[in-house]
């Protein structure tokens, strides 16, 4: 295993890993918070957790971008290209304005359905990811 694929491997593994955090700590918490302390504790946490998704991100793209130049294109790693892409456009186009509306208009049930949704397809975006890394 070269120093990309290692690279690959280990940035998957460890955004598998916050994403599971994020899943099964992060939002069943966050969503359980009372409306009357809604609007502090979401703020807390937009903030907080923006310190860990984008060096996570950061590192994930990196380490495809590596992959990609120093071995070229294998149905492994497309796989993983394509896993990463559906966690990142469920981030940027779904979980993000969720939060926004979140923020504006309170944790109602729908809302909180779609986040859980969005983030059951982020966690399985990244462990697809994860598993594909593992035959780049």
């Known amino acids: 295993m070269n120093a990309a694929q290692q690279a690959l491997l280990l940035s998957m593994g460890a955004h598998l890993g916050f994403q599971a955090v994020v899943t099964v700590v992060v939002y069943p918490t966050l969503l359980e918070v009372s409306p009357a302390d809604w609007q502090r504790r ?4 937009s903030k907080r957790i923006a310190f860990v998704v984008v060096p996570m991100y950061v590192a ?3 380490a495809l971008t590596w992959s990609l130049s120093s071995m070229g294109w294998s149905p ?3 796989l993983a290209i394509c896993a990463i892409l559906l966690v990142l456009l469920t981030t940027g186009l779904v979980a993000a304005p969720l939060h926004k ?3 504006r ?3 109602t049930a729908q809302l909180k359905r779609r986040l859980r949704r969005a983030d059951a397809i982020r966690f399985s975006g990244a462990a697809l990811a994860c598993v594909a890394a593992i035959f780049v």
């Open 60 to 62: 994930v793209i990196s």
């Open 101 to 103: 509306t979140l923020a």
């Open 42 to 45: 979401h703020t807390a946490h």
């Open 105 to 107: 208009d309170g944790p």
């Open 76 to 78: 492994a790693l497309v």
